[in-house]
């Protein structure tokens, strides 16, 4: 799926140019907007290698007590298990200050469960 997924990210990155009015390009699986130039940004960049753009091309529910760090948090999750593919088995990684925090998929493998190790 991430190859489906980089190679209509880099049609869409050659595209943009050519709408020199475009205001915002939508995501549907993720019910996102994304601004061209952040879009141009965080693509381009995931292409040559960085970081998969979790902020433009996924949805997060924040925590409403600290909104910041749910999203750090799941910028953090998704670029990890986008590396990695899917999750089969419950794994332990760091997340993004540091702390220990457990991964555990669901049974229907839907939906994967975090929480502090």
Known sequence: MIPVVRTMMAVALE???????????CWPPARSV????????SIATWLAGGAFPALGLTAFVPDPDDRAAAVRLGVRLVNQL???G????????????????????????QLINVRRG
């Open 15 to 25: 595209l943009v140019p050519w709408f020199p009015n475009l205001r915002g390009l």
């Open 34 to 41: 994304i601004g061209p130039e952040f879009f141009i940004s």
């Open 82 to 84: 986008v590396g990695q």
């Open 86 to 109: 899917s999750l089969d088995t419950a794994a332990a990684v760091l997340g993004p200050e540091g702390q220990s925090l457990l991964l555990e998929p669901s049974a229907g493998g």
